[in-house]
């Protein structure tokens, strides 16, 4: 049940309330009460209670069957949102990279075992992978993922990669641990991270770290290409100077406004 094991001052109703959210996603949009419970862990009438409470405050939607979140959830992402400086530091920086390489860009930052767009300028092509701030993808399978795991000290990269339930999304994703390991090794020594389609086939991503005024990684910042564009060495050939350069702008702005 959700919060068992937890301390004392763990509020076991809001960890309830919270899965039944997020028991909804891209994949899921719509659940009927006997699906919400089972992906929030709870029982019928626990999710029953959690959901018609949600649906009072104008977070969910009831239809017959059927439960949706409403636009009022944006809500809860938004008061993180506006309290970073991040995004609004980066987007200009990201608007000029995105001219000048034509391809799409973002900036995320890590929650557990995923991580979050905060910040994204796409270009006008059409990609079967939806994404904007707000998405999840898990760490280990991105190029900015692994960008900001090799960005965590060696114990919480052992416990995050201990956790971590790897799943292979395509026939090139890394699913060992150890290999993994050696790869955010790799990544480590020479500082940025490129991604040949573990995702998703026909996409491809080079993602350097965004660092503060102390040297440690509080974001990723990545470019992601159709395959047909390039092959990978081009990758870096081709993308790396600039997306470095954009980062290291990005760094300078947040150093000045004491972010």
């Not at 899921?28 to 009072?56: D, I, Q």
């Not at 339930?165 to 020479?190: C, K, S």
């Not at 910042?221 to 092959?231: A, G, Q």
């Amino acid at each position: 049940m959700t919060g068992e094991g937890k301390g004392a001052d763990f509020v076991q109703s809001l960890a309830r309330g919270l899965a039944v959210i997020r028991a909804f996603d891209a994949e899921h949009p719509e659940l009927s009460l006997s699906e919400v419970a089972r992906r929030a862990g709870l029982t019928r009438a626990a999710a029953r209670r959690f959901l018609l409470t949600l649906e009072e405050l104008g977070y969910v939607h009831a239809g017959g069957r059927l439960f949706a979140l409403r636009p009022k959830i944006l809500d809860l992402g938004y008061a993180y949102l506006s309290s970073l400086d991040l995004p609004e530091v980066a987007l200009p920086h990201m608007e000029r990279l995105v001219s000048l390489v034509h391809e799409s860009s973002s900036v995320s930052v890590l929650d557990e075992d995923d991580i979050i767009y905060v910040a994204r300028v796409p270009t006008k092509r059409i990609m079967s992978v939806s994404i904007s701030v707000g998405t999840r993808f898990p760490a280990v399978s991105t190029s900015m993922g692994r960008v900001l795991l090799a960005g965590l000290p060696d114990d919480e990269l052992d416990e995050a990669l201990e956790r971590t339930a790897f799943v292979r999304h395509t026939d090139r994703t890394v699913v060992d641990p150890a290999e993994l390991r050696a790869v955010i090794e790799r990544v480590r020594a020479r500082g940025w991270a490129a991604v040949d389609q573990e995702l998703e086939h026909g996409l491809r991503a080079l993602a350097v770290p965004i660092r503060d005024s102390g040297g440690a990684t509080i974001a990723a910042m990545n470019v992601s290409v159709p395959v047909r564009d390039s092959e990978m060495f081009e990758l870096t050939e081709r993308y790396l100077g600039h997306l470095q350069e954009c980062a290291q702008r990005i760094e300078a702005d947040l150093i000045a406004v004491g972010a």
